[in-house]
């Protein structure tokens, strides 16, 4: 079976973690199937040049072939809904240009759009069966927006399978009137072998830092989407009890300088520490050293990172907002939710996670089962029915 994957979200030198768990699906994939990824990347004359030339347009990532074609955009136009159609026009251009050397059995888009609805459209013309996978924020943000809302509703209509990476996803996207028999749940996963418990002691040490500390840990992207704001008065609200907690903040994104301003003007820049992305082989030094994970979302689909800390053996204080309760489930032993928005109901919580004794074990016992091995098999029945549904 050859797999035909379509995603605008995907890791890059100057987006580490963007679209990981993309990354990390197909790479479990491809020990079962041929996969051709196409991540467009903006045209040099619409956005910065040194940026969209520092890729490849081609390069074979494991067994994954990767195609990022340039993807020209109008400035003024530059909504999600309009990068649908460039996305389409591009990948179709790209599979006319390699018709003898790309052929695909079954379409895999990652969110609705742009990626979902140039597979629909892809899926009509060469008659192959199409499947989207939701992952957060295009169906927790994107139908808020009337316009994006058709194009959303557009694409989960006229998909063979929606698959949701939590039940949460499933109840929205049921409410944006799509059928029930057509959705999946298959939730993401964790690589074991690699968020694992360590020796605290040693992963500071290989990082640079003294053992006296209490360490709070923070990855992902920096968007306000991901309630750094609250975080950040919550942590202020720490220091005026213990003064030997530091943050640190590992990502990349749009609100990078503003949050950094903002570390300033509360007078927190011997405590926190905002590190820009770090390669992703370090991220599970980062985790062994801290002495907690920190995700305030305010939204969310299924978050990796949160099975990543509990994997390795590290408890998450996180908001209780879309699938996260389905990872904690309300147990005492992996971690404490709070409501969002709330920084007082954060700090408290972030208190009491500092001074609870953790179980590194019994966390990580709770993820043993969630490989990513075990989400491709489940991908890979729903790809296998689909196909022979549609011959």
Request: net charge positive; hydrophobic share 40%; aromatic share 10%.
């Amino acid at each position: 079976m050859k797999l035909l994957s379509l995603t605008d979200i995907y890791p890059s030198t100057h987006a580490l973690f963007s679209g990981i768990f993309v990354r990390y699906l197909n790479e479990a994939l491809s020990k079962h199937l041929e996969i051709i990824l196409v991540h467009p990347r903006p045209w040099p004359q619409t956005t910065n040049m040194s940026f969209s030339k520092s890729f490849s347009y081609y390069e074979l990532q494991g067994r994954i072939q990767v195609y990022r074609p340039y993807m020209f955009t109008p400035p003024r136009f530059n909504r999600i809904f309009m990068r649908g159609l460039f996305f389409f026009l591009t990948t179709f251009k790209l599979l006319l240009k390699k018709r003898k050397v790309i052929d695909f059995d079954i379409i895999h888009a990652h969110m609705t759009v742009p990626a979902g609805f140039a597979g629909v459209i892809l899926s009509k013309i060469y008659r192959k069966p199409v499947l989207i996978t939701c992952h957060g924020s295009d169906i927790n943000i994107y139908p808020q927006i009337r316009v994006l809302r058709q194009f959303v509703k557009f694409a989960l209509n006229k998909s063979d399978v929606v698959v949701t990476v939590s039940n949460n996803l499933k109840n929205m996207v049921l409410n944006l009137d799509i059928k029930s028999d057509k959705i999946e749940v298959i939730k993401n996963g964790v690589d074991n072998s690699v968020f694992k418990i360590e020796d605290k002691e040693q992963a500071r040490s290989k990082l640079g830092i003294t053992n006296k500390e209490k360490i709070i840990l923070y990855v992902g992207q920096l968007s306000k989407t991901k309630g750094l704001d609250y975080l950040l008065r919550a942590f202020e609200t720490i220091l005026t009890i213990k003064t030997n907690v530091y943050l640190f903040i590992i990502g990349d994104g749009s609100d990078a300088a503003r949050l950094l301003t903002t570390v300033k003007s509360l007078g927190l820049e011997n405590n926190v520490f905002l590190t820009g992305p770090r390669p992703n082989h370090e991220i599970p030094k980062w985790l062994a050293a801290s002495d907690l994970l920190c995700l305030p979302s305010l939204n969310e689909g299924l978050p990796c990172v949160i099975l990543e800390a509990l994997s390795s053996g590290r408890p998450v204080v996180a908001t209780n907002v879309g699938g996260i309760p389905e990872i904690l489930d309300n147990d005492a032993t992996l971690g404490i939710m709070v409501p969002p928005k709330d920084e007082v109901a954060l700090a408290e919580a972030l208190t009491r996670a500092l001074n609870t004794k953790w179980n590194a074990h019994q966390i990580s016992s709770k993820v043993s089962d969630l490989s990513w091995e075990k989400v491709a098999e489940k991908y890979l029945t729903v790809f296998g029915n689909l196909v022979r549904s549609k011959n």
